[in-house]
């Protein structure tokens, strides 16, 4: 293990922010500082507001090493709350979501509003004097959303939402309207753990360089047309800098606005989707914007530090230690959509992202093989310095490189420096 005092911990970062060092992956005492400096300090996604959409709906996710659960209570208000009794330190929930008229603790039953209000106490004549129940809720975390994304923070200090989010927020609207006029909801998920660090999947998603080599499969089982729309490392695309730590990359411009060129010829792939809804009686208007909807954005968002709207789905990070990560990707269609549109958008996610899919089998084998190759050799460093050369600043003073370029790792390296150098420097 690397002795914290010989190498501060925001010197795992290059100064020009180009290269890493390995043990970045690998070394505990670095996955721990994390997940204090980083994880307990900012801003996490916890989820989407369809996914609790009813009066008792919740469901249950991680913010760093901490269980918690978002719940609506019957006024239609949303809670963040640590998943854990107040009495002996159980958990609440177990169950990835559900609907409850109140939380019990399944050890001694204790129960608790959607609210974390403490409501019962089993047998109560021992605690008379004892215990007062307005005084133990289940912890209240700090919750803001932003256009149906939910967030929470253990830091009642933290800037609110939107300052976080910055640039950020400009891309989660065009992500938005991914529903094709229908308000975004979710449609299903799976879940998925790899034997890697959190950040090599942090990386990923902004990592247009290795699509055409490690999903050659996928590219393979796609008619020429489409095919042709995903050889995007020498178009127009770019990888954006937005600030905190949060970057774009644009693969596809032309798929950018959704909600625009809606009088383009219709895709020959989506042609029998068009052919559905006029038989469903839909008006061409309708029919187009649902067909344009229908494959998703041309663009990977990513939301330091956990999750990523990319192009047609989100994808949740949740570290469990320094070589393991939980993976959640989340399909989304559209709230009162036609069923042929959310069912195409459940088959192409399926085809890609889908646990039979081609995609995340590919992606996963490099991610385990990035931790296996950190792991030999030491304070080796890995590059992250793809179009460095190519930097260019836009109208908004972000900095910004080719589609293919390795500036979105290089954005989130520097919050990722900048939060563990306060950490180590405040301590």
Same mark, same amino acid.
């Given at each position: 293990?690397?002795?914290?005092?010989?190498?501060?911990?925001?010197?795992?970062?290059?100064?020009?922010?180009? %290269?890493?060092?390995?043990?970045?992956?690998?070394?505990?005492?670095?996955?721990?500082?994390?997940?204090?400096?980083?994880?307990? %300090?900012?801003?996490?996604?916890?989820?989407?507001?369809?996914?609790?959409?009813?009066?008792?709906?919740?469901?249950?996710?991680?913010?760093?090493?901490?269980?918690?659960?978002?719940?609506?209570?019957?006024?239609?208000?949303?809670?963040?709350?640590?998943?854990?009794?107040?009495?002996?330190?159980?958990?609440?929930?177990? %169950?990835?979501?559900?609907?409850?008229?109140?939380?019990?603790?399944?050890?001694?039953?204790?129960?608790?509003?959607?609210?974390?209000?403490?409501?019962?106490?089993?047998?109560?004549?021992?605690?008379?004097?004892?215990?007062?129940?307005? $005084?133990?809720?289940?912890?209240?975390?700090?919750?803001?959303?932003?256009?149906?994304?939910?967030?929470?923070?253990?830091?009642?200090?933290?800037?609110?939402?939107?300052?976080?989010?910055?640039?950020?927020?400009?891309?989660?609207?065009?992500?938005? %309207?991914?529903?094709?006029?229908?308000?975004?909801?979710?449609?299903?998920?799976?879940?998925?753990?790899?034997?890697?660090?959190?950040?090599?999947?942090?990386?990923?998603?902004?990592?247009?360089?290795?699509?055409?080599?490690?999903?050659?499969?996928?590219?393979?089982?796609?008619?020429?047309?489409?095919?042709?729309?995903?050889?995007?490392?020498?178009?127009?695309?770019?990888?954006?800098?937005?600030?905190?730590?949060?970057?774009?990359?644009?693969?596809?411009?032309?798929?950018?606005?959704?909600?625009?060129?809606?009088?383009?010829?219709?895709?020959?792939?989506?042609?029998?989707?068009?052919?559905?809804?006029?038989?469903?009686?839909?008006?061409?208007?309708?029919?187009?914007?649902?067909?344009?909807?229908?494959?998703?954005?041309?663009?990977?968002?990513?939301?330091?530090?956990?999750?990523?709207?990319?192009?047609?789905?989100?994808?949740?990070?949740?570290?469990?230690?320094?070589?393991?990560?939980?993976?959640?990707?989340?399909?989304?269609?559209?709230?009162?959509?036609?069923?042929? !549109? $959310?069912?195409?958008?459940?088959?192409?996610?399926?085809?890609?992202?889908?646990?039979?899919? !081609?995609?995340?089998?590919?992606?996963?084998?490099?991610?385990?093989?990035?931790?296996?190759?950190?792991?030999?050799?030491? $304070?080796?460093?890995?590059?992250?310095?793809?179009?460095?050369?190519?930097?260019?600043? $836009?109208?908004?003073?972000?900095?910004?490189?080719?589609?293919?370029?390795?500036?979105?790792?290089?954005?989130?390296?520097?919050?990722?420096?900048?939060?563990?150098?306060?950490?180590?420097?405040?301590?």
């Amino acid at each position: 293990m690397l002795n914290k005092q010989r190498i501060p911990m925001n010197e795992f970062v290059a100064p020009e922010g180009d %290269k890493v060092l390995s043990e970045m992956y690998t070394d505990e005492q670095v996955f721990n500082e994390e997940m204090d400096a980083i994880f307990d %300090k900012t801003w996490v996604w916890v989820g989407h507001e369809s996914e609790i959409a009813n009066k008792g709906d919740y469901k249950t996710a991680r913010i760093g090493r901490h269980s918690v659960i978002v719940s609506r209570d019957r006024k239609m208000n949303i809670h963040v709350l640590v998943n854990r009794c107040r009495h002996r330190g159980a958990t609440i929930c177990e %169950k990835h979501k559900g609907n409850a008229r109140s939380f019990v603790c399944p050890y001694h039953g204790w129960g608790y509003g959607q609210d974390g209000t403490l409501r019962a106490i089993p047998i109560a004549g021992p605690y008379e004097g004892v215990v007062d129940k307005e $005084n133990l809720p289940l912890i209240s975390l700090r919750m803001e959303s932003y256009n149906g994304m939910i967030f929470a923070t253990f830091n009642d200090d933290i800037e609110p939402l939107e300052d976080f989010l910055g640039g950020a927020k400009k891309w989660i609207d065009l992500f938005m %309207k991914q529903g094709g006029g229908y308000p975004i909801k979710t449609l299903g998920e799976h879940r998925f753990r790899f034997p890697g660090n959190w950040k090599i999947q942090l990386e990923n998603t902004t990592d247009a360089y290795h699509f055409p080599i490690i999903h050659k499969s996928f590219i393979s089982s796609l008619d020429g047309d489409t095919a042709e729309i995903f050889d995007f490392l020498e178009g127009d695309g770019f990888v954006e800098d937005l600030g905190s730590g949060h970057s774009v990359m644009v693969m596809i411009p032309e798929l950018v606005d959704l909600e625009e060129n809606l009088d383009d010829p219709i895709p020959a792939r989506f042609e029998a989707l068009a052919a559905e809804l006029r038989a469903e009686g839909h008006d061409d208007d309708k029919v187009r914007r649902l067909v344009r909807a229908a494959a998703g954005s041309g663009f990977n968002l990513n939301l330091f530090p956990n999750v990523a709207c990319s192009m047609a789905f989100f994808r949740v990070l949740a570290p469990i230690n320094v070589n393991e990560t939980e993976i959640q990707h989340i399909a989304i269609g559209g709230e009162g959509a036609p069923d042929a !549109f $959310n069912k195409t958008r459940i088959r192409l996610h399926e085809h890609f992202q889908g646990p039979m899919g !081609f995609g995340t089998p590919d992606d996963s084998e490099a991610w385990e093989r990035v931790q296996k190759g950190s792991g030999s050799g030491t $304070n080796e460093w890995i590059l992250v310095n793809r179009g460095q050369g190519m930097v260019q600043k $836009n109208e908004l003073g972000n900095d910004y490189s080719t589609v293919c370029s390795e500036i979105g790792m290089k954005a989130a390296y520097k919050q990722w420096a900048k939060m563990m150098g306060e950490w180590e420097q405040g301590e």
